[in-house]
């Protein structure tokens, strides 16, 4: 996945607290064991600070998702490892919550907090 793709544009109200949430319900990306694909839910929710990330951008770094062989706990935190290196937030969650597979869904959830 190429962190790079993504963009940012600067926070007009960087003095105030806001969250800005973000739903991909559209994300795929492939079982790294069985190949078969996955589908799932992606929601992003973010205190900016002095960052906002671009959504186009965002749509294009999840693509780079579609035929990648990675687990969902795996898909979940590199999100927010890339958000956050990016984006240097006041706090960001990523849930993922994937669609049912031989009757089992699954839902990931991972915070950041800045150190204050």
Not at 7 to 29: A, C, G, H, Q
Not at 43 to 72: H, M, Q, T, W
Request: net charge negative.
């Amino acid at each position: 996945m190429k962190k790079e793709i993504l963009e940012l544009f600067d926070n007009t109200y960087p003095d105030r607290d806001y969250t800005i949430e973000i739903v991909n319900p559209e994300f795929t990306s492939v079982c790294p064991i069985t190949g078969l694909p996955d589908f799932g839910t992606i929601i992003i929710r973010y205190v900016p600070d002095k960052s906002c990330i671009e959504l186009k951008s965002l749509k294009y770094y999840f693509l780079e998702f579609r035929n990648a062989g990675i687990f969902y706990e795996n898909i979940t935190n590199r999100i927010l490892d890339d958000l956050v290196a990016l984006l240097k937030p006041r706090s960001l969650s990523v849930i993922t919550e994937w669609k049912a597979r031989g009757g089992i869904t699954e839902t990931v959830t991972v915070n950041y907090r800045a150190n204050s």
